[in-house]
């Protein structure tokens, strides 16, 4: 079956240190692969996406991600954790054969500490 | 400009009863999309429209869930005898595009089935 997993429910870093969300896919083939955020009472906003070509996609509000092949993962990162990235966090991957269907992961709370 | 909109932002409901949920899309987006919201978990895939047509229903539950987007551009999601497990927020997300572009979405319908 097609999926993504969040592997944690809650990430706790320091103002200032790097943050790394996980996620890991399981979809044959080239996957579609996107990051989005939730914050309190708000819709989920589009992050990042990676589709093809360099493994190291950037995003919104300095955000990136690392798409592994090998290790058919595709974790966020940012350098520099800031409060306001206090949020909840959803990896997501196009279905292979459907390309309007969309599996999202359970979901990363992310928890900046001052 | 305006957003993805949803109304009504929460909804309570007895048992056995019937609701409406209503999506309005950022206007000029054909790709209209819903999902389903359980705590604790990520959104799961409902209903897909491209245009006024439902491309992929794949994801009802079952057949009391209905969907329509009659001008292509409104969506009404449509439950029927409701069930205790029906309670979740419901979302709705548009795109530009199909496939491969990133989706906007709403703040979501809470539903309770009491």
Same mark, same amino acid.
């Given at each position: 079956?097609?999926?993504?997993?969040?592997?944690?429910?809650?990430?706790?870093?320091?103002?200032?240190?790097?943050?790394?969300?996980?996620?890991?896919?399981?979809?044959?083939?080239?996957?579609?692969?996107?990051?989005?955020?939730?914050?309190?009472?708000?819709?989920?906003?589009?992050?990042?996406?990676?589709?093809?070509?360099?493994?190291?996609?950037?995003?919104?509000?300095?955000?990136?991600?690392?798409?592994?092949?090998?290790?058919?993962?595709?974790?966020?990162?940012?350098?520099?954790?800031?409060?306001?990235?206090?949020?909840?966090?959803?990896?997501?991957?196009?279905?292979?054969?459907?390309?309007?269907?969309?599996?999202?992961?359970?979901?990363?709370?992310?928890?900046?500490?001052? | 400009?305006?957003?993805?909109?949803?109304?009504?932002?929460?909804?309570?409901?007895?048992?056995?009863?019937?609701?409406?949920?209503?999506?309005? /899309?950022?206007?000029?987006?054909?790709? !209209?999309?819903?999902? #389903?919201?359980?705590? $604790?978990?990520?959104?799961?895939? =409902?209903?897909?429209?491209?245009?006024?047509?439902?491309?992929?229903?794949?994801?009802?539950?079952?057949?009391?869930?209905?969907?329509?987007? /009659?001008?292509?551009?409104?969506?009404? !999601?449509?439950?029927? #005898?409701?069930?205790? $497990?029906?309670?979740?927020?419901? =979302?709705?997300?548009?795109?530009?595009?199909?496939?491969?572009?990133?989706?906007?979405?709403?703040?979501?319908?809470?539903?309770?089935?009491?």
């Amino acid at each position: 079956a097609q999926s993504v997993a969040q592997p944690e429910d809650q990430v706790n870093v320091a103002e200032g240190n790097p943050l790394t969300v996980k996620c890991t896919y399981s979809v044959s083939g080239n996957p579609y692969l996107f990051w989005y955020v939730q914050y309190p009472n708000r819709g989920l906003q589009f992050l990042l996406k990676y589709i093809t070509g360099d493994n190291l996609v950037k995003g919104s509000y300095g955000f990136e991600a690392e798409f592994n092949k090998s290790q058919t993962s595709f974790h966020l990162k940012k350098p520099s954790a800031l409060v306001s990235d206090s949020a909840l966090y959803f990896c997501a991957v196009r279905d292979k054969d459907n390309f309007n269907k969309f599996y999202f992961g359970s979901g990363t709370k992310l928890n900046v500490k001052p | 400009g305006a957003g993805v909109s949803q109304t009504p932002s929460n909804k309570v409901t007895e048992k056995g009863k019937y609701v409406e949920l209503r999506c309005d /899309p950022i206007s000029g987006h054909t790709a !209209l999309y819903w999902y #389903r919201q359980s705590l $604790g978990q990520g959104p799961e895939f =409902l209903i897909y429209f491209q245009g006024t047509g439902a491309a992929d229903d794949s994801g009802l539950p079952n057949d009391r869930f209905f969907a329509v987007r /009659p001008e292509g551009s409104v969506s009404t !999601l449509k439950i029927q #005898r409701t069930e205790r $497990g029906d309670s979740a927020v419901y =979302l709705c997300a548009s795109s530009p595009g199909a496939g491969g572009s990133e989706q906007y979405f709403g703040p979501g319908t809470r539903l309770t089935v009491t």
